[in-house]
């Protein structure tokens, strides 16, 4: 791929004399001119080659017309291609239309494929699967609506059950009447499980209702469809013994508010036939979701806005890639988005970060959660506690480190704090407890975080104030050196990320960064922002290093615990192989990215073989990039291999 560079050709000394020319000129004439040439100047400083090799450098992918995308959630595929998608993008007129968009970008040939897309999959969840698919869960099944805005009264209604031998399910446009005649239409289908009976010792049978939500609305526009009282309703159309049993009850429909609403679909995305084929669909609608592969191959789905626009009670669930079926998993509250990394056969370890929605006083705490008895060991010790809303969090490398770093943050919901802190947690510690690391260059929140090939992290973009409020997004890069715990500054990007903001690390050891959605356009915050369409891509300073060695695995999978046989003309020169499991990112969070260290042994024909670690806490099956790095921390470009369960 040959990405068209946004920097100025003025490579040759002629051009620098002209620039040169220019300083003077301006120094006498006009400051005007001095910018120009300034400009000029800092374009040609950081085309050289050894600024590359200091700072790295970047570039703009060629988006084709007629590609535009609002890209909120990027995936990287096992086929090297990157999975963009923007469902409806954040416009409530493409929602309206019913136009939902993917689109597959592959890099090496710098094209860019329209994907069918069978739904509104903004703002869902996604996770790697041990096949190498893709879990896509939730989405949107309604935009917000402020409350000058709404038309219709409505909220939530509980419709109940009586009936111990049967359930029942009620489809979208059922309808809702009141004693008064008051009528209220369902949005969504909504099932309702059979009432609970009890026999008592003494033969006594007890039926306890059984009960499920759904968000209605009146049939009329205006306040003459407010309710503010609790109601019992009928529900048209049941007569006998089914109107008493099934019934509705709410408390207020009003003209309040109204949040997004989540879905409860599921898809899985196939990378070889590049289609989504829909599965079984969750209990809970979700809306902003996390989605985490666990050590046995399964998914689990917290949080996220349910089909009323409240934050999902607790009501977690569990997916099983080999029946394609969701099952209940234990209770516990999380904000939206929140950042969990495996850390044991049955347990988790909660960063804190997350992408808001919830109260500030709830589920905001980082711990261990154990799910096979649902204890949750709260980790203490990070600073601005209150600041960890829209953080980036990341599993250090290598992984057996078990090390976990917070970057930055902001404030609850649309507050203008920002930290430049950074915290790190040792999970092995006894009492794990975070300790303060480096600060960033400044206060910065949407930051995205991304796990390299030579165990470094690099981080890039994000703002210092809500959605970039007053044109504050932060044009720095810095690469985080886990050994040196200190950060080193990278080129500067030209394209500036905030809100709805996602990058991956590319198989050529490149990363892209997609997206971002400014809430207004301009410093003064008086014009609407608008979506950025640019894909800008980072070349790091070890590709400006010389020539790179080759690696090529030589097996198509490897079991958990085996060995990995890779070729390899400069088996002396690489001092490091890693796996790296495809990252997977939406709102600055990566559900899956990890980078696991190998033990290799050098054959005296000249071949390697890596060790891969049999635990499946730390090796989660699935797809990896195996990347080989020389000792200056040069790497290989990816080739592909699939992890699986130890025989």
Not at 364 to 377: K, T
């Amino acid at each position: 791929m040959a990405p068209r560079s946004v920097r100025s050709r003025l490579t040759s000394r002629k051009a620098w004399f002209g620039a040169a020319a220019v300083v003077v000129l301006a120094a006498v004439n006009a400051p005007a001119v001095l910018d120009v040439a300034g400009g000029k100047y800092h374009a040609w400083k950081i085309d050289q080659p050894s600024y590359k090799a200091k700072r790295g450098h970047w570039s703009l992918a060629d988006l084709p017309d007629g590609h535009d995308l609002n890209s909120i959630h990027a995936i990287l595929l096992r086929t090297g291609k990157v999975l963009l998608i923007a469902g409806s993008g954040n416009d409530v007129k493409q929602f309206n239309g019913g136009v939902f968009k993917s689109t597959l970008w592959d890099p090496a040939a710098d094209t860019f494929q329209k994907i069918d897309t069978p739904e509104d999959l903004f703002c869902a969840g996604h996770a790697q699967l041990p096949d190498g698919k893709v879990l896509v869960a939730g989405g949107t099944a309604r935009y917000e609506m402020l409350k000058g805005d709404v038309k219709r009264a409505g909220g939530a209604m509980l419709v109940k059950n009586e009936d111990p031998d049967r359930s029942r399910t009620f489809p979208k446009g059922t309808v809702f009447r009141s004693p008064d005649g008051a009528e209220y239409r369902s949005q969504f289908e909504v099932r309702v499980p059979a009432a609970k009976k009890a026999v008592s010792a003494t033969g006594t049978a007890r039926v306890t209702a059984s009960e499920a939500r759904v968000y209605v609305e009146s049939d009329i526009d205006g306040r003459r469809g407010i309710t503010n009282t609790t109601t019992q309703y009928a529900i048209e159309g049941l007569k006998g013994e089914d109107a008493d049993n099934f019934y509705g009850i709410a408390n207020k429909l009003g003209l309040d508010k109204k949040d997004f609403q989540g879905v409860r679909d599921a898809y899985e995305f196939d990378p070889v036939t590049e289609k989504y084929t829909k599965v079984d669909s969750m209990s809970e609608a979700r809306w902003y979701p996390t989605l985490t592969t666990l050590s046995d191959g399964k998914v689990l789905a917290v949080s996220g806005l349910d089909d009323i626009g409240q934050v999902v009670p607790g009501k977690n669930e569990l997916y099983d890639p080999a029946t394609k079926t969701w099952s209940k998993a234990p209770s516990r509250y999380f904000p939206t988005y929140p950042s969990f990394f495996v850390t044991g056969k049955s347990r988790v370890f909660y960063s804190g970060s997350n992408a808001g929605y919830g109260p500030a006083d709830k589920g905001r705490a980082p711990g261990l959660w154990d799910l096979s008895d649902n204890s949750f060991i709260p980790v203490p010790g990070i600073e601005d506690p209150d600041i960890l809303e829209t953080s980036s969090s990341v599993l250090l490398p290598p992984a057996q480190d078990n090390k976990v770093m917070v970057l930055g943050g902001g404030g609850v919901g649309e507050s203008k704090k920002a930290t430049a802190r950074t915290a790190i947690v040792d999970l092995d510690d006894k009492k794990p407890a975070f300790t303060r690391g480096p600060e960033l260059p400044q206060q910065t929140r949407y930051l995205n975080s991304v796990l390299m090939p030579d165990d470094t992290v690099f981080t890039t973009g994000g703002s210092n104030d809500y959605r970039g409020r007053g044109a504050s997004d932060v044009l720095r890069s810095q690469i985080y050196d886990p050994e040196k715990n200190a950060f080193t500054e990278a080129a500067a990007p030209t394209v500036g990320r905030n809100y709805h903001t996602e990058a991956l690390l590319l198989p050529d050891g490149r990363v892209a960064v997609f997206g971002s959605d400014p809430l207004f356009g301009d410093k003064a915050n008086s014009r609407p922002g608008r979506f950025e369409q640019r894909v800008e891509v980072f070349e790091p300073p070890y590709l400006h290093h010389g020539d790179r060695p080759a690696l090529k695995v030589r097996q198509a999978s490897v079991h958990r615990g085996g060995r990995l046989a890779l070729k390899t003309r400069d088996a002396d020169r690489i001092a490091k192989v890693r796996l790296i499991r495809p990252g997977s990112a939406t709102h600055v969070t990566d559900f899956d990215q990890r980078s696991i260290a190998l033990d290799v042994e050098r054959r005296g024909d000249g071949t390697l073989t890596a060790s891969v670690p049999r635990s499946s806490s730390l090796v989660p099956s699935g797809w990896y990039m195996v990347f080989g790095s020389d000792r200056n921390g040069t790497p290989s470009k990816a080739d592909w291999v699939r992890v699986e369960a130890t025989t």
